[in-house]
Nanobody, 115 residues
Framework: QVQLVESGGGLAHAGGSLKLTCAAS????????MGWYRQAPVKQRELVAS???????NYVDSVKGRFTISRDNAKNTVYLQMNSLKLEDTAVYYC?????????WGQGTQVTVSS
């Protein structure tokens, strides 16, 4: 079974940047659409950004112009570059297929933005 492993989270100041990485255990990225999702405390998990197998991207309005999703099919990896971080970006971030498949939720990576 494919595993998706997120990394790169941590503590950042408001206005700072972090880059998240999601690595897949098997070479199937090139044919799949991928997404980054996040779940803040007491909130529903939400889609943050998605990228198609061909590289087309979409973002939730709250991160447009600040976050960039990208992929490297040769490395089975998808990235989320997060700039101009805001307090409300604090959440656990997950990668998954797009649309998400329940069986593939990983541990996620915590992003905490402080003032």
């Amino acid at each position: 079974q494919v595993q998706l492993v997120e990394s790169g989270g941590g503590l950042a100041h408001a206005g700072g940047s972090l880059k998240l990485t999601c690595a897949a255990s098997k070479m199937i990225f090139r044919i799949t659409d991928m997404g980054w999702y996040r779940q803040a405390p007491v909130k529903q998990r939400e889609l943050v950004a998605s990228i198609s197998s061909g590289g087309s991207t979409n973002y939730v309005d709250s991160v447009k112009g600040r976050f960039t999703i990208s992929r490297d099919n040769a490395k089975n990896t998808v990235y989320l570059q997060m700039n101009s971080l805001k307090l409300e970006d604090t959440a656990v971030y997950y990668c998954n297929w797009y649309p998400a498949v329940d069986a593939y939720w990983g541990q996620g990576t915590q992003v905490t933005v402080s003032s």
